[in-house]
């Protein structure tokens, strides 16, 4: 699908104040393709700002060593001087957190780039194209319809943007246009050993010890077809790893031997459950609606309000129905 960024390059010409932010609990994608255009801008002499409404996963600090992207705390008045906002990787307003309430208040023009299928009416001018395997991409279109070539910063940004959404080119998102725009961004910069180095292969203690009791609480469900674990609210203090830890720990449900839906249960701090769909043919996306979540239709995500027992019983009673 090509998108027409006419909207977004006049809004780029006709603007000089710009705040970027993405979804809570940012992943490589969200943050990747914030740095990478807020790089972009202020290289157009662009004035930036940016924040997410969450802490940041300290896993992504190489990408911002100086701290550029901030925690947003309400009531953001910091922000009101702005001209523009960019809200990436998501269209919808329960994945922006507290953020939310400064976004509804600002009349200024707004935009939404992203490619998940669930959207809401942000009121923005939506670029959404659900065919992309990353907004890192969407992102890399941008860059180059604003007539500008990625710095070495942006280049790399991008890339863990597209290596983290399709996991590392093992997801059926990955195509060979992926790996084309993969070559394109190392040409230009981007350094894929430094980025696998920093990503998978320097966890924390924390983290380790958290993986061990998600691993050890694994269970199955569906006769085999789904798996399915959990993390309470309390293994954060007792391992010492941090919530955004949790990233990708998903994947150890899909990763057994006929499982077609994984998930990962995950106690909030501030109470409710939030759930991490994935799937190997199942349309998610569709189940996690069900809940007013909503994401790919293979990797979704909803946060409900309730105990762990209940969230698993309703989740995993929609995606019985759903397999049937």
């Known amino acids: 699908m090509s998108l027409d960024w006419t909207p977004f390059v006049d809004l780029v010409r006709r603007h000089r104040s710009f705040l970027l932010t993405t979804h809570v609990r940012p992943d490589g994608d969200g943050l990747g393709s914030m740095l990478a255009l807020a790089d972009t801008l202020e290289a157009m002499g662009k004035?930036?700002?940016m924040t997410v409404a969450s802490e940041l996963p300290p896993r992504y600090d190489f990408l911002d060593p100086a701290h550029r992207v901030k925690r947003y705390s309400p009531p953001g008045d910091e922000y009101r001087g702005v001209e523009a906002v960019?809200?990436?990787?998501?269209?919808?307003w329960n994945q922006l957190g507290d953020f939310g309430g400064l976004l509804r208040t600002l009349q200024i023009p707004r935009l939404?780039?992203?490619h998940h299928l669930?959207?809401?009416?942000?009121?923005?001018?939506?670029?959404?194209?659900?065919?992309?395997?990353?907004?890192?991409?969407?992102?890399?279109?941008?860059?180059?319809?604003?007539?500008?070539t990625p710095s070495a910063s942006a280049a790399h940004s991008l890339f863990v943007a597209l290596a983290m959404d399709t996991g590392?080119?093992?997801?059926?998102?990955?195509?060979?246009?992926?790996?084309?725009?993969?070559?394109?961004?190392?040409e230009a910069g981007a350094r894929p050993t430094a980025a696998y180095e920093m990503l998978e292969e320097q966890g924390t203690l924390g983290r380790l010890k958290l993986i061990g009791l998600v691993l050890g609480r694994i269970q199955m469900a569906c006769e085999g077809k789904v798996c399915f674990t959990e993390i309470h609210r309390g293994d954060y203090e007792a391992t010492g790893a941090?919530?955004?830890?949790?990233?990708?720990?998903?994947?150890?449900t899909r990763s057994v031997a006929?499982?077609?839906?994984?998930l990962l249960f995950m106690e909030q701090p501030r109470g409710g459950?939030?759930?991490?769909?994935?799937?190997?043919?199942?349309?998610?996306?569709?189940?996690?609606e069900q809940f007013n979540g909503g994401g790919h239709r293979l990797a979704s995500g909803a946060t409900l309000d309730t105990t762990l027992d209940e969230a698993k019983r309703l989740v995993l009673a929609a995606i019985a129905s759903a397999l049937s």
Not at 122 to 142: K, Q, S
Not at 258 to 262: F, I, P, Q, R, S
Not at 273 to 288: E, M, Y
């Open 47 to 49: 004035t930036l700002h």
């Open 86 to 92: 960019a809200v990436l990787d998501t269209g919808t």
């Open 168 to 186: 590392w080119f093992r997801h059926p998102n990955t195509r060979a246009a992926t790996l084309e725009l993969a070559a394109r961004l190392v």
């Open 118 to 148: 669930t959207q809401d009416d942000l009121g923005a001018t939506r670029l959404v194209d659900t065919t992309a395997e990353a907004t890192g991409r969407l992102i890399y279109e941008a860059i180059l319809a604003l007539g500008q």
């Open 112 to 114: 939404v780039i992203d």
């Open 273 to 288: 459950v939030k759930v991490s769909f994935r799937s190997r043919k199942v349309d998610v996306s569709r189940v996690a």
């Open 242 to 252: 941090v919530p955004q830890d949790s990233e990708n720990m998903i994947d150890y």
């Open 258 to 262: 006929g499982v077609e839906v994984g």
